[in-house]
């Protein structure tokens, strides 16, 4: 399995962005397919965006299309998350997340992940 640390987390006026980073260390990280989540206070764990073992596709929630931008680099072990125009809504903890490709299920099932990060807040507020 891999070993994930999230960071880049903070407080940031609505409009803003910011750019969370999340090192893997352990296993080859270019087996895995990585994911960001996010749970918001008082809500439950929600998908946020996909990005398959290359990074050639990445799938959103339709809550970030067009703000957030997920990649990954292999070559340091690390995938991004870019979140721009934020949102007083956006305000959640934000995991990312691991797991070996799995055909047929989809990769918004939560218990499909192996690995998972420690989470980074986000509070977006004037």
């Known amino acids: 399995q891999v070993q994930l640390v999230e960071s880049g987390g903070g407080l940031v006026q609505p409009g803003g962005s910011l750019r969370l980073s999340c090192a893997a260390s352990?296993?080859?990280?270019?087996?895995?397919?990585m994911a960001w989540f996010r749970q918001a206070p008082g809500k439950a764990r929600e998908f946020v965006a996909y990005m398959i073992r290359t990074g050639g596709y990445t799938y959103y929630a339709d809550s970030v299309k067009g703000r957030f931008t997920s990649s990954r680099d292999n070559a340091k072990n690390t995938v991004y998350l870019q979140l721009n125009s934020l949102k007083p809504e956006d305000t959640a903890i934000y995991f990312c997340?691991?797991?070996?490709?799995?055909?047929?299920?989809?990769?918004?099932?939560?218990?499909?992940?192996?690995?998972w990060g420690q989470g980074t807040q986000v509070t977006v507020s004037s």
């Open positions: 352990g296993r080859t990280f270019s087996n895995y397919a």
């Open positions: 997340a691991a797991r070996v490709p799995s055909s047929g299920v989809s990769y918004t099932t939560q218990s499909s992940y192996c690995c």
